[in-house]
T-cell receptor, first 109, second 115 residues
Framework: GQNIDQPTEMTATEGAIVQINCTYQ??????LFWYQQHAGEAPTFLSY????GLEEKGRFSSFLSRSKGYSYLLLKELQMKDSASYLC??????????FGKGTRLSVIA | SAVISQKPSRDICQRGTSLTIQCQVD?????MFWYRQQPGQSLTLIAT?????????ESGFVIDKFPISRPNLTFSTLTVSNMSPEDSSIYLC????????????FGSGTRLTVV
């Protein structure tokens, strides 16, 4: 089965950089996803990593180390609208995603 | 990416009643997934809906409480039966977009309050 761990809450300042970590244990790795979820809304896809290294996509980057069972989401130039929950997820085999508990990020002025 | 239309977006229901949630996808997909998100929590998978066969339920979820239909490759329903206040949650359907790493798309969610 899957076991996913990420911090519950984080606070960061507007314009700063924040790193949200995720550790996972899975039987058979098939990639790792990050999702953003604003309060009251559905999750939206941010990134997918299947190979080691850093994937950059604008202000957001995601890193993966398969040997360490570790990923992080890096958010640069934080904006108030980035206040949301960030969910780390891994597929269960080839199919449904299993989610971590999510990290609630608060961006303050 | 697939586009999912989910309805109703919200409902307030009396305990003991049932509510059926619908998801319509704009393309044919093999599997659809149903999740529950309790207040302040992350998403928990309820079941996988397969076309032409019974849904596969996760531990802690049973067909009598959450019957699922999957009449074709673009549509599925989840019923929350004999509701109690503990069923108050957001319910979401999801599909896996074709292509590795394309991500999973979610419906907009159904916010259910049981009183």
């Amino acid at each position: 089965g899957q076991n996913i761990d990420q911090p519950t809450e984080m606070t960061a300042t507007e314009g700063a950089i924040v790193q949200i970590n995720c550790t996972y244990q899975t039987s058979g790795f098939n990639g790792l996803f990050w999702y953003q979820q604003h309060a009251g809304e559905a999750p939206t896809f941010l990134s997918y990593n299947v190979l080691d290294g850093l994937e950059e996509k604008g202000r957001f980057s995601s890193f993966l180390s398969r040997s360490k069972g570790y990923s992080y989401l890096l958010l640069k130039e934080l904006q108030m609208k980035d206040s949301a929950s960030y969910l780390c997820a891994v597929p269960s085999g080839n199919t449904p995603l299993v989610f971590g508990k999510g990290t609630r990020l608060s961006v303050i002025a | 990416s697939a586009v999912i239309s989910q309805k109703p977006s919200r409902d307030i229901c009396q305990r003991g009643t049932s509510l059926t949630i619908q998801c319509q996808v704009d393309s044919q997909v093999t599997m659809m997934f149903w999740y529950r998100q309790q207040p302040g929590q992350s998403l928990t998978l309820i079941a996988t809906a397969n076309q032409g066969s019974e849904a596969t339920y996760e531990s802690g979820f049973v067909i009598d409480k959450f019957p699922i239909s999957r009449p074709n490759l673009t549509f599925s329903t989840l019923t929350v039966s004999n509701m109690s206040p503990e069923d108050s949650s957001i319910y979401l359907c999801s599909v896996n977009n074709p292509g590795q790493g394309a991500g999973y798309t979610f419906g907009s969610g159904t916010r259910l309050t049981v009183v």
